[in-house]
């Protein structure tokens, strides 16, 4: 509770609710990012070996 408080304590429950929603969409694009950055290396590798 302290650390959610220390958080989020000058912030409504919307305004928790919707920074929290940001948060978990920002994790899932830099994944997606980090997985299309992983393939494209993966690709150029493949493509120089040829």
Not at 3 to 28: H, M, P
């Amino acid at each position: 509770m302290y650390n959610w408080k220390a958080k989020y304590g000058r912030t409504d429950v919307s305004d928790a609710k919707r920074l929290k929603a940001l948060e978990d969409e920002n994790a899932k694009l830099k994944k997606l990012l980090a997985d299309q950055m992983l393939e494209a290396s993966a690709l150029r590798e493949l493509l120089s070996k040829k």
